[in-house]
């Protein structure tokens, strides 16, 4: 027992694809505008939603029909209150923070809210001849690398 099959409408798609292929190779695209597009082909196999107009086969229509259905009661619930509200203060429409002020910079010297451990000033110059060796020394094909105050 079978479900009874509907008639093939694959003539009138296959017409509505070469007149769209004809229109296409038709265009003068030089002029840098397009046509309209041609109007939605109708499909009488859908089903129309009553709330937003849209076309859906049978199976996507009942879950769109009642999904749509909840949508419209929620927007016109939301228009009621909002006439409701008309009593109460304006919402602010457009945000303006207010200025930031800058904190004067102290030099080089971190912050003392850091939780990391800063730098001191020694680190910035050279430190012996030895650092300055490992710095010259690139060729050998090792890692050039600094040496800090706390891993002498």
């Known amino acids: 027992p079978e479900p009874p099959k509907k008639p093939s409408n694959w003539r009138r798609k296959h017409e509505e694809f070469i007149a769209t292929i004809r229109a296409a190779k038709g265009l003068n695209l030089k002029d840098g505008k397009l046509p309209p597009p041609p109007p939605p082909s109708y499909d009488p196999d859908y089903i129309q939603c009553p709330y937003c107009q849209r076309r859906f086969n049978e199976n996507a229509a009942d879950r769109h029909i009642?999904?749509?259905?909840?949508?419209?009661?929620?927007?016109?619930?939301?228009?009621?209150?909002?006439?409701?509200?008309?009593?109460?203060?304006?919402?602010?429409?457009?945000?303006?923070?207010?200025?930031?002020?800058?904190?004067?910079?102290?030099?080089?010297?971190?912050?003392?809210?850091?939780?990391?451990?800063?730098?001191?000033?020694?680190?910035?110059?050279?430190?012996?001849?030895?650092?300055?060796?490992?710095?010259?020394?690139?060729?050998?094909?090792?890692?050039?690398?600094?040496?800090?105050?706390?891993h002498k």
Do not use: H, W
Not at 77 to 90: E, S
Not at 135 to 147: A, R, Y
């Open 66 to 150: 009642n999904f749509c259905k909840e949508q419209a009661a929620r927007i016109t619930n939301k228009g009621k209150l909002a006439a409701d509200t008309k009593g109460k203060l304006p919402t602010r429409t457009q945000y303006k923070p207010t200025p930031v002020k800058k904190m004067p910079s102290a030099g080089s010297t971190p912050s003392p809210s850091s939780r990391l451990p800063q730098p001191s000033g020694v680190s910035k110059a050279v430190v012996g001849a030895s650092s300055s060796k490992a710095l010259s020394s690139g060729s050998s094909g090792s890692k050039i690398q600094t040496l800090s105050p706390a």
